[in-house]
């Protein structure tokens, strides 16, 4: 079955500090990858993107993720966290090959400490 | 406000109630869906609209669920016979397709509203 895993339940990172997030997920021979952010009591709302072209990708609020077809990850990464980042952040994947539903991560939690 | 809107945004409810919960999409997608998401879980999807046509059905979505969209605009989820297993954030998301993609599988993003939250008592 088609899955996203986002391994890190909870995220600690101090304000300043760089962040990474980890997503896999299973195999698709044309996956559309997205980062969702959700903050306590709003909808979701889009972070970024991958469709095709540059493996490297950048969103909004200095966020950027890398796809990479051989381990089939999609990492979040921000080189410098605000405190407002604090949030859950959720991968998402359209597996073509099985219609064209958003399959969702787990999330990962972010906390941030000044 | 052009976004996704969804009414109620809280329900209480107790065990064997029926809920509907309704959904108005951005006007001009064509796309509709519904997904459910639970305490430290991720959305789940429940099912989507192409204009008014169900074009596909989660397994999660049992005979007690049911959904329309009947002119293509707004919609609304129904739960019969509600169970405290029901309690949970329903979300809703609208699409569009792509400029010049008629016919292709939409890769379009998904705009979510703040989802109806649920709870069974």
């Known amino acids: 079955a088609q899955s996203v895993t986002q391994p890190d339940i909870h995220i600690t990172v101090s304000e300043g500090a760089s962040l990474e997030l980890r997503c896999n997920y299973s195999?698709?021979?044309?996956?559309?990858l997205f980062w969702y952010v959700q903050s306590p009591g709003q909808g979701l709302q889009l972070l970024l993107k991958?469709?095709?072209?540059?493996?490297l990708v950048q969103g909004i609020k200095g966020f950027e993720a890398e796809f990479k077809r051989s381990q089939s990850s999609f990492n979040l990464r921000k080189p410098s966290v605000h405190w407002s980042d604090a949030a859950e952040y959720f991968c998402a994947v359209v597996f073509m090959e099985y219609g064209n539903k958003l399959v969702f991560g787990a999330g990962t939690i972010l906390r941030v400490k000044s | 406000d052009t976004g996704v809107s969804q009414d109620p945004r809280h329900k209480i409810t107790k065990r064997g109630q029926n809920v509907t919960f309704r959904c108005d999409p951005i006007s001009e997608h064509n796309r509709l869906y519904w997904y459910r998401q639970t305490l430290g879980q991720g959305p789940e999807f429940l099912t989507y609209?192409?204009?008014?046509?169900?074009?596909?059905k989660s397994r999660l979505l049992s005979d007690r669920f049911s959904a329309e969209r009947p002119k293509g605009s707004f919609s609304t989820l129904e739960i019969q016979r509600t169970e405290q297993g029901d309690s949970a954030m329903y979300l809703c998301a609208s699409s569009g397709t792509l400029p010049g993609a008629s016919g292709a599988p939409n890769t379009g993003e998904l705009f979510f509203g703040e989802g109806s939250r649920l709870t069974v008592l």
């Open positions: 609209f192409q204009n008014e046509a169900q074009l596909e």
């Open positions: 991958y469709f095709s072209g540059d493996t």
């Open positions: 195999y698709g021979a044309t996956p559309y």
